[in-house]
């Protein structure tokens, strides 16, 4: 039966009760005359008179409807665009509202015709155009001066202006600014328009009139008159529609009766039936329109839910949106559903915090009522929730800017921040006994935080009973569960923001995918523990992760993101055949031909009419903001083709043989239904091609599988990001508590005649105590909305579910390079985020099986890092930066050691791989912390020169206490003892880089000298002096490589068994005596671009890199055996390089003074090793005494017994060392040295080029 006949009739006593009652099917049987009079009568008493006519006021008004667009949002696309309204006012007072949805730099206000703006200029640079400022708090005409309040994400400003008294004032969520301008220009040709300029990715909504504007004020209209007429309308049918809900009919004794309307029923009384659908009939194309949907049928439907009390109390709404679904056309109540949901997200977006959020809690509660209904909820879900507007809105929880108006104030009336730092500016860990006072401080600012906290779960509980709505898989009427529904949709929103990071009109603000994630975590694991009570043989969530064959068998969609082995393409051609013998999987070769874009030019017109909206508006200054993230974005051509290229899903296959095959075929994401994910007889779903190695033991709904996907691409997204961003109000009050105490140390030590100063003290005392109790108020809000213990435990899930997912896909050998990098990026992030984020509030230690945890996270670095099955540079890259992380702090170094030795031999194997194949920085940089603290002189956290500087982060990788592991210095010890072709060409590539760094060094301060020495004003690149900085640091922590493999195997250079040994050895003396030279010449180019202490070169001193250079030598001359000393001490002698003044010049001995050479300046101090006594211990500096006694005794006696050598005997190459070596075939000759050096590198000859096949000793021919 058609619902038309029902909500369509004409005139009721056109239609016979018989006919009417026959055709709607509830009363087959006639109708006496008696129930006739009966409904006469109950029409009577509810006022419904036939026809209804109704007057239409007109109202003359001088502007007309400033947008024509569905939804006046703006959002910046330039530097600073500017946008003017299409329509003005000249005479009287009006209003309009702008909705601020990021809380940047914008100017808002009023401007004439005559304005012109441009990418500098915009609304209040202008003489006739004057705007508000709540970025910097101040307003502009021309001019600036300081005005109103701060403006966040979340306010609405009032735009007013008085053309009869000429001013202009804005307010801030209700509450008047004051005056901004008055004298304004008037009279002939002076017309102001609404206008607006912001800065690039801001965004702002207008409410003209179109919507009740949020704060009204008395004697101002807004630029677009309300629908009087139709409010009429509206308000007349709800008192209709409130009456019949009030009155009950009592069929037996022929009588209507007051009864309660919470529990009015739909149940079929024709004669109620009859009155509600006349009521409809004007009712429900009223309810179409968005100012008549938000002021009449929200506020209606809000009432009905303030009694309190759990919304399933209500179940009035239920049955009244049953009522509109069955009087309603489809059309209409579609456009109802859609413009309520908009209602209640802008009004809980825009709704000001109150202490008790009971405004926020309100409209989620309505909210919750309109999802609990079945086919309204399906429908909001297919085409508005993710279409129309984004409902990751609903989970968000707006920080408050100003506290005070938030009522924080009355909520943690004392506020408290931590006092005990360290050297580095953070909270001390050494926990120093608390006064009396601040323990009772500390203690009331924890219950004022536990009352917030309070507050706020009863928000989060009811966004998450949304999320469990939207998860429901039970409600089968009607078409597919919600659920599916919603897998849909969160995929094409996850595809949105992953393939259109660079478009801001897309892209959700990851403050909303914060909340959105946690919310999103607590309905999963409610729905999955749920699944585990029903099934004991699946997994609980706490065991939960996501199998491997996600990846690869194509059922999920991962759109343009990069795989682990490269792109998809790629490894669906080189791993098909993996793909057939490991999951059963076959390739159908068309899926391997590339897809042009040349075959989507067809979807390029569709995106393109869809994507831009028609607008009345006039833009100034750049282009047209495209509607906001809020509204529909169309996917692009390029989404589209990577759609395509992407993995089709596959449906099984039988050949003639036992092995069963699957065969890939293309289905369309979005058109997904329960079998397709959660399979059935026999279809596995998301789950097939499971390879051999996965357990037999099931995990959870499929369903389930692909929103914890989901939930952990989320936080690659955006979440940590935004993770880290927050902190800042941390850092913030360390700052200002450091600040604080420093004043107040000086108020106690300033003399009681300079009460000038002592009052300027107390002043600044006073502006850090207001700021510190704000902030100190704000951080609660955060903690507890972010930062909370139980944030953190879903974070540490995600991090578990994430090594758990990297566990089960590396069993499965090379198909897990089908895994999606952004699984070894959280697993990363995730773990950086506990350790940097969350501690100082929650300690990481106190999370069940942290240690397990670390250690398990330990292991995929350890391996991982070097994997073959990884392609991408960038995640390689992070692989490693964690692994250097990760060695520096005592907790993760154990953990790194507390892995199955083969991983931690197969790890140090692959750190000791030559540097030429690999970027090498980082692996160097791993190398060096496993090895500081065992080094000579090499037992600081910070160089001894920059000490007395600024205090750095003390968290920083590069500034934690020396934490040597023995373990992993073993295994290195005994690899290259071991390994003799790993053990050269190992220490060849660090000898290479080192004499690459260090070059590059003293070429870059050559030029930073002779810049510095010019007599023109002039300025040294930042740039350059960071990279000359970086070189400097490569040189020193090479240098300490080669010293920490110089003392666990020393018979690499001093075994002359092995191979390279004495080429080794050699070439180590050379790059040791060419520092020194460097580095140790009195006023010479690093001495004196050391003492020009420029910003960038901090780090560049004599003391790293000459304590790095004589833990070498000492190890070499001093800590060895006779033999090896000696071989040690000939080839350091024999280097022409060797110069006995560099080694004095360690101990303080200054060179004799050359003839016409002026003597150094009296006080100018002198580097000596024996100045660092509190680095390098006595013993240190006593072998260094010995080192230098002996080398002056030997070079002494090398002295003597140098014979003279012929000019035309030296080797050709070097010019140092006689020709030993003969080059077969091409009989070239040279010392033995260069040519062994050459080879490990090249095999051509240096001279011809031709290829060396062998070398001779030479034996120089006997003259005659």
Same mark, same amino acid.
């Given at each position: 039966?058609?619902?038309?006949?029902?909500?369509?009739?004409?005139?009721?006593?056109?239609?016979?009760?018989?006919?009417?009652?026959?055709?709607?099917?509830?009363?087959?049987?006639?109708?006496?005359?008696?129930?006739?009079?009966?409904?006469?009568?109950?029409?009577?008493?509810?006022?419904?008179?036939?026809?209804?006519?109704?007057?239409?006021?007109?109202?003359?008004?001088?502007?007309?409807?400033?947008?024509?667009?569905?939804?006046?949002?703006?959002?910046?696309?330039?530097?600073?665009?500017?946008?003017?309204?299409?329509?003005?006012?000249?005479?009287?007072?009006?209003?309009?509202?702008?909705?601020?949805?990021?809380?940047?730099?914008?100017?808002?206000?009023?401007?004439?015709?005559?304005?012109?703006?441009?990418?500098?200029?915009?609304?209040?640079?202008?003489?006739?155009?004057?705007?508000?400022?709540?970025?910097?708090?101040?307003?502009?005409?021309?001019?600036?001066?300081?005005?109103?309040?701060?403006?966040?994400?979340?306010?609405?400003?009032?735009?007013?202006?008085?053309?009869?008294?000429?001013?202009?004032?804005?307010?801030?969520?209700?509450?008047?600014?004051?005056?901004?301008?008055?004298?304004?220009?008037?009279?002939?040709?002076?017309?102001?328009?609404?206008?607006?300029?912001?800065?690039?990715?801001?965004?702002?909504?207008?409410?003209?009139?179109?919507?009740?504007?949020?704060?009204?004020?008395?004697?101002?209209?807004?630029?677009?008159?309300?629908?009087?007429?139709?409010?009429?309308?509206?308000?007349?049918?709800?008192?209709?529609?409130?009456?019949?809900?009030?009155?009950?009919?009592?069929?037996?004794?022929?009588?209507?009766?007051?009864?309660?309307?919470?529990?009015?029923?739909?149940?079929?009384?024709?004669?109620?039936?009859?009155?509600?659908?006349?009521?409809?009939?004007?009712?429900?194309?009223?309810?179409?329109?968005?100012?008549?949907?938000?002021?009449?049928?929200?506020?209606?439907?809000?009432?009905?839910?303030?009694?309190?009390?759990?919304?399933?109390?209500?179940?009035?709404?239920?049955?009244?949106?049953?009522?509109?679904?069955?009087?309603?056309?489809?059309?209409?109540?579609?456009?109802?559903?859609?413009?309520?949901?908009?209602?209640?997200?802008?009004?809980?977006?825009?709704?000001?915090?109150?202490?008790?959020?009971?405004?926020?809690?309100?409209?989620?509660?309505?909210?919750?009522?309109?999802?609990?209904?079945?086919?309204?909820?399906?429908?909001?879900?297919?085409?508005?929730?993710?279409?129309?507007?984004?409902?990751?809105?609903?989970?968000?929880?707006?920080?408050?800017?100003?506290?005070?108006?938030?009522?924080?104030?009355?909520?943690?009336?004392?506020?408290?921040?931590?006092?005990?730092?360290?050297?580095?500016?953070?909270?001390?860990?050494?926990?120093?006994?608390?006064?009396?006072?601040?323990?009772?401080?500390?203690?009331?600012?924890?219950?004022?935080?536990?009352?917030?906290?309070?507050?706020?779960?009863?928000?989060?509980?009811?966004?998450?009973?949304?999320?469990?709505?939207?998860?429901?898989?039970?409600?089968?009427?009607?078409?597919?569960?919600?659920?599916?529904?919603?897998?849909?949709?969160?995929?094409?929103?996850?595809?949105?923001?992953?393939?259109?990071?660079?478009?801001?009109?897309?892209?959700?603000?990851?403050?909303?995918?914060?909340?959105?994630?946690?919310?999103?975590?607590?309905?999963?694991?409610?729905?999955?523990?749920?699944?585990?009570?029903?099934?004991?043989?699946?997994?609980?969530?706490?065991?939960?992760?996501?199998?491997?064959?996600?990846?690869?068998?194509?059922?999920?969609?991962?759109?343009?993101?990069?795989?682990?082995?490269?792109?998809?393409?790629?490894?669906?051609?080189?791993?098909?055949?993996?793909?057939?013998?490991?999951?059963?999987?076959?390739?159908?070769?068309?899926?391997?031909?590339?897809?042009?874009?040349?075959?989507?030019?067809?979807?390029?017109?569709?995106?393109?009419?869809?994507?831009?909206?028609?607008?009345?508006?006039?833009?100034?200054?750049?282009?047209?903001?495209?509607?906001?993230?809020?509204?529909?974005?169309?996917?692009?051509?390029?989404?589209?083709?990577?759609?395509?290229?992407?993995?089709?899903?596959?449906?099984?296959?039988?050949?003639?043989?036992?092995?069963?095959?699957?065969?890939?075929?293309?289905?369309?994401?979005?058109?997904?239904?329960?079998?397709?994910?959660?399979?059935?007889?026999?279809?596995?779903?998301?789950?097939?091609?499971?390879?051999?190695?996965?357990?037999?033991?099931?995990?959870?709904?499929?369903?389930?599988?692909?929103?914890?996907?989901?939930?952990?691409?989320?936080?690659?997204?955006?979440?940590?990001?935004?993770?880290?961003?927050?902190?800042?109000?941390?850092?913030?009050?360390?700052?200002?508590?450091?600040?604080?105490?420093?004043?107040?140390?000086?108020?106690?030590?300033?003399?009681?005649?300079?009460?000038?100063?002592?009052?300027?003290?107390?002043?600044?005392?006073?502006?850090?105590?207001?700021?510190?109790?704000?902030?100190?108020?704000?951080?609660?809000?955060?903690?507890?909305?972010?930062?909370?213990?139980?944030?953190?435990?879903?974070?540490?899930?995600?991090?578990?579910?994430?090594?758990?997912?990297?566990?089960?896909?590396?069993?499965?050998?090379?198909?897990?390079?089908?895994?999606?990098?952004?699984?070894?990026?959280?697993?990363?992030?995730?773990?950086?985020?506990?350790?940097?984020?969350?501690?100082?509030?929650?300690?990481?230690?106190?999370?069940?099986?942290?240690?397990?945890?670390?250690?398990?996270?330990?292991?995929?670095?350890?391996?991982?890092?070097?994997?073959?099955?990884?392609?991408?540079?960038?995640?390689?890259?992070?692989?490693?930066?964690?692994?250097?992380?990760?060695?520096?702090?005592?907790?993760?170094?154990?953990?790194?050691?507390?892995?199955?030795?083969?991983?931690?031999?197969?790890?140090?194997?692959?750190?000791?791989?030559?540097?030429?194949?690999?970027?090498?920085?980082?692996?160097?940089?791993?190398?060096?912390?496993?090895?500081?603290?065992?080094?000579?002189?090499?037992?600081?956290?910070?160089?001894?020169?920059?000490?007395?500087?600024?205090?750095?982060?003390?968290?920083?990788?590069?500034?934690?206490?020396?934490?040597?592991?023995?373990?992993?210095?073993?295994?290195?010890?005994? &690899? #290259? /003892?071991?390994?003799?072709?790993?053990?050269?060409?190992? %220490? !060849?590539? +660090?000898?290479?880089?080192? *004499?690459?760094?260090?070059?590059?060094?003293?070429?870059?301060?050559?030029?930073?000298?002779?810049?510095?020495?010019?007599?023109?004003?002039?300025?040294?690149?930042?740039?350059?002096?960071?990279?000359?900085?970086?070189?400097?640091?490569?040189?020193?922590?090479?240098?300490?490589?080669?010293?920490?493999?110089?003392?666990?195997?020393?018979?690499?250079?001093?075994?002359?068994?092995?191979?390279?040994?004495?080429? &080794? #050895? /050699?070439?180590?003396?050379?790059?040791?005596?060419?520092? %020194? !030279?460097? +580095?140790?010449?009195?006023? *010479?180019?690093?001495?004196?671009?050391?003492?020009?202490?420029?910003?960038?070169?901090?780090?560049?001193?004599?003391?790293?890199?000459?304590?790095?250079?004589?833990?070498?030598?000492?190890?070499?001359?001093?800590?060895?055996?006779?033999?090896?000393?000696?071989?040690?001490?000939?080839?350091?002698?024999?280097?022409?390089?060797?110069?006995?003044?560099?080694?004095?010049?360690?101990?303080?001995?200054?060179?004799? &003074?050359?003839?016409?050479?002026?003597?150094?300046?009296?006080?100018?101090?002198?580097?000596?090793?024996?100045?660092?006594?509190?680095?390098?211990?006595?013993?240190?500096?006593?072998?260094?005494?010995?080192?230098?006694?002996?080398?002056?005794?030997?070079?002494?006696?090398?002295?003597?017994?140098?014979?003279?050598?012929?000019?035309?005997?030296?080797?050709?190459?070097?010019?140092?060392?006689?020709?030993?070596?003969?080059?077969?075939?091409?009989?070239?000759?040279?010392?033995?040295?260069?040519?062994?050096?050459?080879?490990?590198?090249?095999?051509?000859?240096?001279?011809?080029?031709?290829?060396?096949?062998?070398?001779?000793?030479?034996?120089?021919?006997?003259?005659?």
């Amino acid at each position: 039966m058609s619902c038309s006949i029902l909500c369509r009739p004409h005139i009721f006593c056109c239609l016979p009760l018989k006919d009417l009652f026959l055709k709607i099917g509830f009363f087959p049987a006639c109708l006496s005359p008696p129930e006739n009079n009966f409904l006469l009568s109950y029409l009577h008493l509810t006022q419904v008179k036939e026809p209804l006519r109704w007057e239409n006021h007109q109202y003359l008004w001088y502007v007309t409807v400033i947008f024509l667009c569905v939804s006046n949002q703006v959002i910046g696309h330039s530097n600073f665009g500017s946008i003017r309204a299409t329509t003005c006012v000249y005479k009287g007072k009006w209003i309009y509202e702008v909705l601020i949805s990021s809380q940047g730099l914008m100017q808002i206000g009023w401007c004439t015709l005559n304005c012109r703006f441009n990418q500098e200029e915009g609304v209040g640079d202008t003489s006739d155009s004057y705007a508000y400022d709540g970025n910097r708090v101040r307003k502009w005409n021309v001019t600036t001066t300081n005005y109103g309040k701060s403006w966040a994400a979340g306010d609405i400003v009032s735009c007013l202006i008085d053309l009869d008294e000429g001013s202009i004032s804005f307010c801030l969520n209700g509450v008047s600014l004051g005056t901004a301008f008055d004298n304004i220009s008037r009279g002939s040709g002076m017309a102001y328009f609404p206008a607006i300029s912001l800065s690039f990715k801001e965004s702002v909504a207008f409410n003209f009139g179109s919507r009740p504007l949020r704060y009204p004020l008395i004697g101002y209209r807004p630029l677009q008159d309300k629908p009087a007429t139709d409010l009429v309308k509206a308000h007349k049918l709800l008192g209709y529609l409130k009456n019949v809900i009030n009155i009950g009919i009592d069929v037996s004794d022929g009588k209507l009766v007051e009864k309660d309307s919470s529990t009015w029923q739909l149940q079929g009384e024709p004669t109620v039936l009859i009155t509600l659908a006349h009521i409809f009939n004007h009712f429900a194309p009223l309810m179409c329109k968005v100012y008549l949907v938000e002021d009449v049928l929200m506020t209606f439907l809000l009432s009905i839910l303030e009694g309190g009390g759990a919304v399933e109390a209500h179940p009035l709404i239920q049955q009244l949106l049953d009522l509109m679904w069955l009087l309603m056309e489809d059309y209409e109540i579609h456009e109802c559903l859609k413009q309520l949901l908009m209602s209640l997200l802008r009004a809980y977006r825009f709704s000001p915090i109150v202490p008790d959020l009971g405004l926020q809690i309100h409209y989620l509660r309505l909210t919750i009522a309109v999802l609990k209904h079945e086919k309204s909820r399906k429908y909001l879900l297919q085409n508005v929730l993710f279409d129309v507007l984004r409902s990751v809105v609903f989970f968000y929880i707006k920080s408050p800017l100003r506290v005070e108006e938030a009522g924080l104030q009355e909520l943690i009336p004392t506020t408290w921040w931590p006092n005990r730092f360290n050297k580095e500016g953070k909270e001390s860990k050494e926990v120093k006994e608390e006064t009396a006072e601040e323990r009772l401080r500390r203690r009331a600012y924890e219950r004022g935080c536990q009352r917030l906290k309070k507050r706020i779960e009863v928000v989060e509980e009811l966004q998450v009973q949304i999320l469990k709505l939207l998860l429901n898989n039970k409600d089968h009427g009607g078409g597919g569960a919600s659920r599916y529904i919603f897998l849909n949709k969160f995929r094409k929103f996850l595809q949105e923001n992953a393939s259109n990071r660079g478009n801001l009109t897309v892209l959700c603000p990851p403050e909303y995918m914060v909340c959105f994630l946690h919310r999103l975590i607590s309905a999963l694991r409610h729905y999955w523990d749920e699944h585990k009570v029903k099934n004991p043989s699946a997994l609980s969530s706490e065991d939960a992760y996501v199998p491997p064959q996600l990846f690869y068998n194509g059922k999920v969609d991962y759109f343009d993101l990069q795989r682990l082995g490269g792109l998809l393409s790629h490894l669906k051609k080189t791993l098909k055949d993996d793909l057939a013998s490991k999951a059963n999987i076959l390739i159908d070769p068309a899926e391997l031909q590339a897809v042009t874009m040349d075959d989507l030019d067809e979807d390029e017109e569709s995106a393109v009419s869809t994507a831009q909206r028609p607008s009345a508006s006039l833009a100034i200054g750049g282009a047209l903001a495209r509607p906001s993230w809020l509204s529909s974005p169309t996917l692009g051509r390029a989404n589209r083709f990577l759609s395509t290229a992407a993995v089709s899903l596959m449906t099984p296959r039988r050949s003639l043989g036992a092995m069963e095959k699957v065969k890939v075929r293309a289905l369309n994401m979005e058109q997904r239904t329960e079998e397709d994910i959660e399979g059935s007889h026999g279809n596995e779903g998301l789950l097939l091609g499971k390879p051999a190695e996965e357990p037999e033991q099931p995990i959870t709904e499929n369903s389930l599988l692909e929103v914890l996907d989901g939930i952990v691409m989320m936080y690659n997204l955006s979440v940590h990001q935004q993770l880290g961003k927050m902190v800042g109000v941390s850092d913030d009050v360390n700052e200002y508590a450091m600040a604080l105490k420093d004043t107040e140390e000086k108020i106690s030590r300033c003399p009681k005649r300079r009460r000038d100063i002592h009052e300027e003290l107390v002043k600044s005392q006073k502006v850090f105590s207001e700021k510190l109790n704000h902030l100190s108020r704000r951080l609660a809000w955060i903690n507890v909305t972010i930062y909370s213990k139980e944030k953190m435990q879903d974070i540490y899930w995600l991090l578990r579910v994430c090594i758990r997912t990297i566990e089960h896909g590396d069993r499965i050998g090379s198909l897990f390079a089908f895994m999606p990098e952004f699984y070894l990026s959280v697993a990363m992030n995730s773990y950086s985020a506990l350790k940097n984020y969350f501690s100082p509030v929650n300690s990481m230690e106190e999370l069940p099986g942290y240690e397990e945890t670390l250690t398990r996270l330990a292991a995929i670095l350890a391996k991982h890092f070097a994997d073959s099955r990884i392609v991408g540079t960038d995640i390689r890259d992070s692989l490693m930066q964690a692994l250097a992380s990760y060695v520096c702090y005592p907790h993760s170094l154990r953990a790194v050691e507390r892995i199955p030795e083969d991983q931690r031999v197969s790890m140090m194997r692959n750190l000791l791989a030559p540097y030429e194949q690999r970027p090498w920085a980082q692996t160097n940089w791993i190398l060096v912390r496993l090895w500081r603290g065992c080094g000579f002189g090499y037992r600081y956290t910070r160089l001894p020169h920059l000490l007395k500087t600024k205090p750095e982060d003390a968290s920083l990788p590069s500034l934690q206490k020396p934490c040597p592991s023995t373990l992993l210095q073993r295994h290195m010890a005994d &690899l #290259l /003892r071991s390994d003799r072709e790993m053990a050269p060409s190992f %220490l !060849n590539s +660090v000898l290479n880089q080192l *004499n690459w760094a260090f070059s590059e060094f003293i070429g870059m301060i050559q030029e930073i000298q002779q810049a510095a020495e010019r007599l023109e004003r002039n300025f040294v690149d930042s740039r350059q002096l960071k990279v000359c900085a970086t070189c400097f640091d490569l040189s020193v922590s090479l240098l300490r490589v080669l010293e920490m493999t110089v003392t666990l195997a020393p018979e690499i250079f001093l075994d002359w068994s092995r191979p390279s040994s004495e080429l &080794l #050895l /050699r070439r180590l003396a050379q790059l040791l005596n060419q520092v %020194l !030279n460097r +580095v140790t010449a009195e006023r *010479n180019l690093f001495d004196r671009v050391v003492n020009l202490r420029l910003p960038g070169l901090e780090s560049v001193d004599h003391y790293p890199i000459l304590v790095g250079v004589t833990g070498i030598l000492v190890r070499l001359l001093v800590d060895t055996d006779f033999q090896g000393a000696e071989r040690a001490t000939a080839v350091l002698l024999a280097d022409p390089c060797f110069q006995l003044r560099s080694i004095q010049y360690l101990l303080g001995h200054t060179e004799p &003074l050359v003839l016409g050479m002026a003597s150094p300046s009296a006080d100018k101090k002198h580097f000596s090793l024996q100045s660092y006594t509190d680095y390098i211990s006595q013993e240190e500096l006593a072998k260094v005494e010995q080192m230098l006694g002996h080398l002056s005794e030997e070079s002494k006696q090398a002295a003597a017994s140098t014979l003279p050598t012929s000019e035309e005997d030296l080797c050709p190459i070097c010019y140092a060392h006689p020709i030993s070596a003969v080059f077969k075939p091409c009989s070239h000759k040279s010392c033995k040295a260069c040519i062994n050096q050459h080879l490990m590198n090249n095999k051509d000859c240096f001279f011809c080029k031709a290829t060396i096949t062998g070398v001779d000793d030479y034996i120089k021919p006997a003259t005659s």
